[in-house]
Every structure is written in structure tokens, then in C-alpha cells.
């Protein structure tokens, strides 16, 4: 069955460290994944995406890398900082005939310490 | 930067009655999403719609829901007969292409009584 799904329930780091946080998804068909943030009582925020014709992409701060072989995405936040406090989400971007949807994973809790 | 509305913030409502929640996707977007988010759980897919019908909906989204997009801009979700397992956080998003990033609203918080 469809599954997109995170190693980790919660990360907790000092501020100023790096954070990495995984995601493991099982459709290889996928070609399309995207990192959001979730605040507490916001809806989710787009981080970053990948396509599945790359293996690396490098936004501010954040870098996301997709091993299309172990199937495995990951998403480093450079220098943390207690503003990226939040619940973090994988979603796989599923095609099922003319429709796509996107499939979350159940998120990670990332704490920030000062 | 535009985004993705949505109302009330907070509904309450007793078991049975149907609730209308609305949303208005960003005006340019062609391709628009309910999600529904049951409190410390994933974000789960209900519908997408597209050209003024539905392109695929899960289990979940069942006869008792339907959405429309009465106008040039607002987006709805109708619950007709509303059950304790609704209350949830229910997300509203468009993309204006396919495989592009989709664009979240703030969340109507539906708790039923």
C-alpha cells in the first residue's frame, strides 16, 4: 500500500547545530516530494522539493536529499534556530491516472533549544 | 505574497448537523485540494478538484461530503451529516499545475459535539 513515512517522532537539537531529519516512502513510481513545516495551529508551509531526476537540491539554510535507490529523502536545516521549531512532513506527490494527490508522512517534532 | 484563505478558524457543531467549510485558493490556481488532519496525526488526502468536478477522493470523503466551487473564487466543503469522528483540522490547497507545490491554507478546526 501507499506509505510515506518518517524514522523519527521527534529531534531535539541545540541552536546552532545541523538538523537531519528522514523520510522513507515506499512508491518508486514517484517523482515528486516536497518538505513542509508545520506550526502549531497553522497549516503546513512549503520548505523545499525535489524531483525525482536529481539527487540533491539546496535551498536557505536547507538542503533535501532523495536516495532513489534505498527510497529513502532527507532534509538538513543548516544552523538551526529556534524559529524552526515545528512538525516537519514528507509528502510524496502520487499520480493515480489523470489525478495527483500528495501523501504525507506522519511527521517529525523538531524542539530547538537555546 | 498571495495564499490560501480559509473560514471560519473554528467551527463547532452537535452531531448531525451539516457544516459548510470555505476556503479561497490563490486566484490564478487551477487544481484544488481538502485535507483533514485528525489532532497529533499525518495529513490525510480528501478530494481534488479540477475543472469544475472532482478528480479523485479517498475512502474517507464519502456521501456524506461534497464540495463545490460556486463562483470564480470560493472553494467549499460540505459535511451533511456531521459525525464525533470529523473533528479534525481540515486543510484547503491549490497548485496551479500539476506536480507543483500546493499551496496550504490555515485550517478551519471543525469540533463536533
Known amino acids: 500500500g501507499e506509505s510515506v513515512g518518517l524514522h523519527l517522532p521527534t529531534l531535539s537539537v541545540q541552536e546552532g547545530d545541523n538538523s537531519i531529519i528522514n523520510c522513507a516512502y515506499s512508491?518508486?513510481?514517484?517523482?515528486?516530494f516536497i518538505w513542509y513545516k508545520q506550526e502549531s495551529g497553522k497549516g503546513p508551509q512549503f520548505i523545499i522539493d525535489?524531483?525525482?531526476?536529481?539527487d540533491k537540491r539546496q535551498g536557505q539554510r536547507v538542503t533535501v536529499l532523495l536516495n532513489k535507490t534505498v527510497k529513502h529523502l532527507s532534509l538538513q536545516i543548516a544552523a538551526t534556530q529556534p524559529g524552526d521549531s515545528a512538525v516537519y512532513f514528507c509528502?510524496?506527490?502520487?499520480?493515480?491516472?489523470?489525478?495527483?494527490?500528495?501523501?504525507f508522512g506522519k511527521g517529525t517534532k523538531l524542539t530547538v533549544n537555546p | 505574497e498571495p495564499e490560501v484563505t480559509q473560514t471560519p478558524s473554528h467551527q463547532v457543531t452537535q452531531m448531525g448537523q451539516e457544516v459548510i467549510l470555505r476556503c479561497v485558493p490563490i486566484?490564478?490556481?487551477?487544481?484544488f485540494y481538502w485535507y483533514r488532519q485528525i489532532l497529533g496525526q499525518k495529513v490525510e488526502f480528501l478530494v481534488s478538484?479540477?475543472?469544475?468536478?472532482?478528480?479523485?477522493k479517498s475512502e474517507i470523503f464519502d456521501d456524506q461530503f461534497s464540495v463545490e466551487r460556486p463562483d470564480g473564487s470560493n472553494f467549499t466543503l460540505k459535511i451533511r451529516s456531521t459525525k464525533l469522528e470529523d473533528s479534525a483540522m481540515y486543510f484547503c490547497?491549490?497548485?496551479?499545475?500539476?506536480?507543483?507545490?500546493?499551496?496550504f491554507g490555515p485550517g478551519t478546526r471543525l469540533t463536533v459535539t
Open positions: 512508491n518508486s513510481a514517484s517523482d515528486y
Open positions: 478538484f479540477y475543472n469544475n468536478e472532482i478528480s479523485e
Open positions: 486566484s490564478n490556481h487551477l487544481y
Open positions: 509528502a510524496e506527490n502520487k499520480k493515480q491516472g489523470g489525478s495527483e494527490k500528495l501523501v
Open positions: 525535489i524531483r525525482s531526476n536529481m
Open positions: 490547497a491549490s497548485t496551479i499545475l500539476r506536480g507543483y507545490e500546493q499551496y
